[in-house]
T-cell receptor, first 114, second 113 residues
Framework: DGGITQSPKYLFRKEGQNVTLSCEQN?????MYWYRQDPGQGLRLIYY???????QKGDIAEGYSVSREKKESFPLTVTSAQKNPTAFYLC?????????????FGSGTQLSVL | AQSVSQHNHHVILSEAASLELGCNYS??????LFWYVQYPGQHLQLLLK??????LVKGIKGFEAEFIKSKFSFNLRKPSVQWSDTAEYFC???????????FGGGTRVLVKP
């Protein structure tokens, strides 16, 4: 089945630790996105990549980093600089960058701080 | 900065009742508009979208939305809801020439059988 796979489903971060969330897609989509979801605040864009080896900051990029070395993979690292990392993280993809014709979402990763 | 407002955070209604969820955005230029839905235990998925043309858009599962440019609104409607419409609904807006999709805060809808 084609789709987006996020792992792990649950992740715990210790103080001062960097953690990496995985996002893989087999839809052959050019564009990939990371959103953070907090209750009542909807989804906020962290980073996006419209093509391999290129990515841009979204609205809340501070404390996060990404890479896009392969078309199918867009991992998100939550660094120790992110002071409030507890949230639900969603990865999404779109056939072509910039159009947002139809985003496909993964099942999400819940990150909590120990 | 562009913003999207969904004024109702929670809606509870009975089966066969009509549903209308409000969505307003702040950007004055040409926009693309979307409604996404997340059913319990499922991924977020596209319900309907508006890019241009007829401002009354029909989506899946009997939903429709009307774009009223003068009111900066894109309200979602369904004439008669079912228990299976229980979900969280998100409005989203993109500047037509931009690269970012901005989501509203979401509305949780509970349909009582």
């Amino acid at each position: 089945d084609g789709g987006i796979t996020q792992s792990p489903k649950y992740l715990f971060r210790k103080e001062g630790q960097n953690v990496t969330l995985s996002c893989e897609q087999n839809l052959n989509h050019d564009a990939m996105y990371w959103y953070r979801q907090d209750p009542g605040q909807g989804l906020r864009l962290i980073y996006y990549s419209q093509i391999v080896n290129d990515f841009q900051k979204g609205d809340i990029a501070e404390g996060y980093s990404v890479s896009r070395e392969k078309k199918e993979s867009f991992p998100l690292t939550v660094t120790s600089a992110q002071k409030n990392p507890t949230a639900f993280y969603l990865c999404a993809s779109n056939l072509r960058g910039g159009t947002y014709e139809k985003l496909f979402f993964g099942s999400g990763t819940q990150l909590s701080v120990l | 900065a562009q913003s999207v407002s969904q004024h109702n955070h929670h809606v509870i209604l009975s089966e066969a009742a009509s549903l209308e969820l409000g969505c307003n955005y702040s950007y004055g230029g040409t926009v693309n508009l979307f409604w996404y839905v997340q059913y319990p235990g499922q991924h977020l998925q596209l319900l309907l979208k508006y890019f241009s043309g007829d401002p009354l858009v029909k989506g899946i599962k009997g939903f429709e939305a009307e774009f009223i440019k003068s009111k900066f609104s894109f309200n979602l409607r369904k004439p008669s809801v079912q228990w299976s419409d229980t979900a969280e609904y998100f409005c989203a807006v993109k500047k037509a020439a931009g690269n970012k999709l901005t989501f509203g805060g979401g509305t949780r809808v509970l349909v009582k059988p």
